[in-house]
């Protein structure tokens, strides 16, 4: 499998359930992120790995816990979220963030998020 | 900070009409400039990219060119299908920052 693949692609959660989002790169990348795409909005970053190190946290509510384990897979941890948070979810990867900035991003298809 | 700022859409052409998206940027470094594509259902895409001045970027009879007297990179095709609607994105990469800047993405519907 080839590219970045993210799963569940859809997910219908009540505002007191436990989920995670999993991503996963084949590109040999080192950086990853986490984006929220609601409608009508800009996309907004999220998080930041880059080689496994967090290096971003966008003033993200606590109950978005992200984790990776290592440089090929991500994941975000929902808890307590509210209907508000209901959006897609995408997540991307980058060769690496150096202080040149980030190298083109590579985007998985989604997990839209439904909060009941 | 560095931004982005494109043309509010939605742009709705007829089949093999010329297409133009306009998008301006602010830096306060040397950004790559970047084309995204988001069809339905599905995440974004990288379409073209261009690293410095005056690079032009194209894929798929999509062009865009880095102007930095203009700070624009402006996207276009001379003859648009039914196969190219969906939100088209454009960002900005600058050094020092972790991340892209996107702007807010244009809706395009080609009718046949």
């Known amino acids: 499998e080839t590219g970045v693949t993210q799963t569940p692609r859809h997910l219908v959660m009540g505002m007191t359930n436990k989920k995670s989002l999993k991503c996963e790169q084949h590109l040999g990348h080192n950086a990853m992120y986490w984006y929220k795409q609601s409608a009508k909005k800009p996309l907004e970053l999220m998080f930041v790995?880059?080689?496994?190190?967090?290096?971003e946290n966008n003033s993200v509510p606590s109950r978005f816990s992200p984790e990776c384990p290592n440089s090929s897979h991500l994941f975000l941890h929902l808890h307590t979220l509210q209907p508000e948070d209901s959006a897609l979810y995408l997540c991307a990867s980058s060769q690496e963030v150096t202080s040149l900035g980030t190298d083109t991003q590579y985007f998985g298809p989604g997990t839209r998020l439904t909060v009941l | 900070g560095d931004s982005v700022t494109q043309m509010e859409g939605p742009v709705t052409l007829s089949e093999e009409a010329f297409l133009t998206i306009n998008c301006t940027y602010t830096a306060t470094g040397y950004p790559s400039l970047f084309w995204y594509v988001q069809y339905p259902g599905e995440g974004l895409q990288l379409l073209l990219k261009a690293t410095k001045a005056d690079d032009k970027g194209s894929n798929k009879g999509f062009e865009a060119t880095y102007r930095k007297e203009t700070t624009s990179f402006h996207l276009e095709k001379g003859s648009v299908q039914v196969s190219d609607s969906a939100v088209y994105f454009c960002?900005?990469?600058?050094?020092?920052?972790?991340?892209?800047?996107f702007g807010a993405g244009t809706r395009l519907t080609v009718k046949p």
């Open positions: 790995y880059n080689f496994k190190e967090q290096t």
């Open positions: 960002a900005l990469s600058v050094a020092n920052n972790n991340d892209m800047r």
